[in-house]
C-alpha cells in the first residue's frame, strides 16, 4: 500500500483549526483558519471532508455579513445550496457500496445526520431553492454537526471527563458506548473491509482511534456495556420492537470480530465466563438465545490460538497443570459443556458448535457429544417393551441359558414350543353365535 501524504504535520494542527473556527479569541481567528485550509489543499491532493466543509461553509457565514442587494441575497441563496448539497453528497456517497444507490435517508440516518439535509440536498437539485433565512440556518447546523461527529473525535481524552451529575463509572460507560458506536458505524459501512494497523485514511485513523480508546478501559466493564447496550446483541426496546433479537444474527459475529481479535484472548475468556454466569436469570430469553450464540463461537475461537496461550488464561480453573494432556479438549470437556450441558438447548448448542469448527479432533469431540444425546433422547421417548416381548424373553431365556454341570455334554437346542397368553382347547370347534 503506497504512503499516504497528509497536508497536516500532526493531529495538534487539526485541533488548533478546531479551536479558530469555534472558539475564536479573535473574529480574525476565523478568517485565519480559512486561510489555512486553503493553504493546507495546496500540499495535498485531498482533505478530510469534514475540514474542507468546515472552511467552505465558515467562508460563506463570513461573506454573507455584509448583503446591501436582492442580486447578492440571490447569489448567497445559490452558495449556500451548492455548499450544503456538497455537504450531503460527500458524507453519504462513500457509504454507496452496493450496485443498486441505497436511499439516502437510510445512510443519513446510519451516520446520525438529520434527514433534512437530504431534503435540502433534493430541493437544491430537482426543486426550487429553499428560503436564505433556512439556508443560514441549515448551515449552521451542518457546522454544529461537523463539530460533534468529526472535530471533537479528534482528541477523545483516554479518561473520560465527568460533571457534576455524573460519577465516574457513568462517564467511562458513555465514554465506552461512544467509542463503541464509532467502531460499529465504521464497521457496518463495509464488513469486507479490513483496516491495517497505522492506516492514515480519515476513516482509519477513526476505527484505530476507538480501538485504542477502548483498550483503556476496565474490560469487566466494556464487557457489560457491550451485552447490555445493545452492541453485542439486540435488547434494546427499539430494537425489539422491529423484531430483532428474536432469532440470533450471525452477521454480528462478523461486525466484531477484529474489535475481539484486538482485544485479544485473555478477553474472549473472560466475556465466555461472564456469559455463563448469566445463565442463572440475570438476563431475559430473548437475551440469552443470543448470547448461547456467542459462547459457542468464542468457544471455537478460543481453541484456535496456540496451546501455550489458551493454557495460560486457564490454568487457574483445571486442576494441575495438565502436562501431556489435550489442552484444547480439556478447555471444552472441563470449562465449557459442564456450563451448556443443562441447557435446554444444548444440542441444538451443540450444532452450532460444531459448525464453527473447522475438520479437526474437536468437531470429532463435539460430534461424539452430539451422539450421546441423541442416544438419551432416544432412550427417554422410546416405548416400553410389549407382553408378548417379556412373555417370550422370559421363555428365551429359560431354555437357552440353562447349562449342564460341569464337564458334562451341553444339551442340545430344543426347538422352542409356542407361548399363548390363553392355552388352546383341543376339541374347541368354532359354532355360529347363539346355536348350542
Given amino acids: 500500500m503506497p504512503p499516504i501524504v497528509e497536508a497536516y504535520r500532526s493531529v495538534e494542527d487539526l485541533i488548533q483549526l478546531r479551536q479558530w473556527f469555534y472558539e475564536p479569541k479573535t473574529p480574525e481567528q476565523r478568517h485565519r483558519a480559512v486561510l489555512r ?57 462513500p457509504f454507496q457500496k452496493s450496485v443498486h444507490a441505497a436511499p439516502l435517508y437510510r445512510l443519513a440516518h446510519q451516520i446520525n445526520l438529520p ?76 464488513l469486507s473491509m479490513i483496516y491495517k494497523f ?48 428474536v432469532k440470533f444474527n450471525p452477521l454480528l459475529i462478523k461486525l466484531y470480530r477484529p474489535l475481539l481479535d484486538e482485544l485479544g484472548i485473555e478477553f474472549k475468556y473472560q466475556l465466555l465466563n461472564l456469559i455463563f454466569d448469566m445463565a442463572e436469570g440475570s438476563v431475559s430469553a430473548i437475551e440469552w438465545n443470543q448470547l448461547l450464540e456467542w459462547t459457542a463461537y468464542l468457544t471455537s475461537d478460543i481453541t484456535e490460538y496456540p496451546d501455550q496461550d489458551i493454557k495460560g488464561i486457564i490454568l487457574d480453573d483445571v486442576v494441575g497443570e495438565a502436562k501431556g494432556q489435550d489442552i484444547k479438549r480439556i478447555f471444552i470437556e472441563q470449562l465449557v459443556l459442564p456450563e451448556v450441558r443443562s441447557d435446554p438447548k444444548y444440542l441444538k448448542w451443540l450444532n452450532s ?70 392355552e388352546p382347547i383341543p376339541d374347541w370347534k368354532p359354532t355360529p353365535m347363539g346355536i348350542i
Fill in 353 to 422: 458448535l460444531k459448525g464453527f469448527f473447522k475438520g479437526s479432533k474437536l468437531k470429532l469431540l463435539v460430534v461424539n457429544e452430539i451422539t450421546n444425546e441423541n442416544s438419551k433422547t432416544l432412550a427417554q421417548f422410546s416405548l416400553p417393551p410389549s407382553l408378548d416381548d417379556i412373555i417370550t424373553s422370559a421363555s428365551e431365556i429359560d431354555d437357552l441359558e440353562k447349562v449342564e454341570d460341569v464337564g458334562a455334554q451341553p444339551r442340545k437346542k430344543q426347538k422352542l414350543r409356542p407361548m399363548f397368553l390363553f
Fill in 115 to 190: 434527514g433534512f439535509f437530504v431534503e435540502l440536498r433534493h430541493w437544491g437539485t430537482h426543486e426550487q431553492m429553499a428560503l436564505l433565512n433556512l439556508l443560514r440556518d441549515s448551515c449552521l447546523q451542518a457546522l454544529n454537526w461537523l463539530k460533534l461527529h468529526y472535530w471533537d473525535l479528534l482528541d477523545l481524552p483516554d479518561v473520560p471527563a465527568t460533571n457534576e451529575n455524573e460519577d465516574e463509572e457513568e462517564g467511562i460507560t458513555k465514554f465506552v458506548k461512544t467509542n463503541l458506536v464509532s467502531y460499529k458505524r465504521i464497521r457496518k459501512s463495509n
Fill in 37 to 93: 485550509v486553503n493553504a493546507l489543499a495546496s500540499r495535498a491532493t485531498k482533505l478530510p471532508h469534514g475540514v474542507t466543509m468546515t472552511s467552505l461553509l465558515t467562508s460563506l457565514q463570513l461573506k454573507d455579513k455584509d448583503l446591501d442587494s436582492l442580486e447578492s441575497e440571490s447569489t448567497m441563496q445559490l452558495a449556500y445550496t451548492a455548499a450544503l448539497i456538497r455537504f450531503v453528497n460527500g458524507l453519504l456517497d
Fill in 198 to 245: 497505522g492506516d492514515g485514511s480519515e476513516t482509519g485513523v477513526k476505527y484505530w482511534k476507538a480501538i485504542k480508546n477502548l483498550k483503556l478501559v476496565s474490560p469487566l466493564l466494556l464487557i457489560r456495556t457491550m451485552i447490555s447496550s445493545d452492541f453485542l446483541i439486540y435488547n434494546s426496546p427499539e430494537k425489539l420492537s422491529q423484531g430483532k433479537g
